[in-house]
């Protein structure tokens, strides 16, 4: 027997002189028993304004954590560019693009960071990440696709890469 929001039913033997909505029910798939009475308490034991600060709290140190990662991403994408280029296996063209997309994402974190304005240069950072990174990383998937992992012959081996 099921109830008509689609959860199980309680047990025949259950006491159901409960207010409705405050019954202990299984959360279907599985989930742990979850009152609503208890959701709905620590809902309205917390003010209104302390619950907004912790909220406005947790996105903040999201977007910290967001900008963290395209600081790691950037550096990721300089070493990348510098390896393409030192290997000398890949175009040259295709490391200095990829070292001024890690460049751009390196430079727009750190503002966003460090300047107060940073709103109002906006999207002077966004054109200096987006070109560099478009063109160079779907660039370099292409060059992947059509000509990465296919082998050399032994005159066409660069010297670095031969070593």
Same mark, same amino acid.
């Given at each position: $027997?099921?109830?008509?929001r689609g959860?199980? @039913?309680?047990?025949?033997d &259950?006491?159901?002189?409960?207010?409705?909505?405050?019954r202990?029910?299984? $959360?279907?798939?599985?989930g742990a028993?979850?009152?609503? #009475?208890?959701?709905a @308490?620590? !809902?309205? /034991?917390?003010? @209104?304004g302390l #619950?907004? &600060?912790?909220? $406005?709290l947790?996105?903040?140190a999201?977007?910290?954590?967001?900008?963290i990662g395209f *600081?790691?991403? =950037?550096i990721?994408?300089l070493l *990348?560019g510098?390896?393409?280029?030192?290997? =000398?296996y890949?175009?040259t063209?295709l490391?200095i !693009?990829?070292? !001024?997309a890690? !460049? /751009?994402? *390196?430079v727009?974190?750190?503002a966003n960071l460090l300047?107060a304005?940073?709103d109002?240069h906006?999207?002077?950072f966004?054109a200096i990440?987006a070109v560099?990174?478009?063109?160079?990383e779907?660039?370099? @998937?292409v060059?992947?696709l059509? #000509? /990465?992992?296919?082998?050399?012959? #032994?005159?066409q *081996?660069?010297a &670095?890469? &031969?070593?």
């Open positions: $027997m099921e109830s008509t959860l199980p @039913a309680p047990p025949d &259950a006491v159901l002189d409960e207010p409705v909505g405050t202990t029910e299984q $959360m279907p798939g599985g028993n979850v009152s609503q #009475r208890q959701a @308490a620590y !809902l309205t /034991g917390v003010e @209104a #619950r907004d &600060a912790q909220v $406005m947790f996105i903040d999201f977007g910290y954590a967001w900008l *600081v790691c991403f =950037g990721h994408l *990348v510098h390896l393409i280029l030192a290997s =000398g890949a175009p063209i490391s !693009l990829l070292a !001024l890690g !460049l /751009g994402y *390196v727009d974190s750190f300047l304005n940073y109002d906006a999207q002077l966004a990440v560099p990174s478009t063109v160079g779907l660039s370099f @998937a060059w992947l059509s #000509r /990465g992992g296919k082998r050399l012959e #032994r005159d *081996v660069p &670095a890469v &031969a070593r």
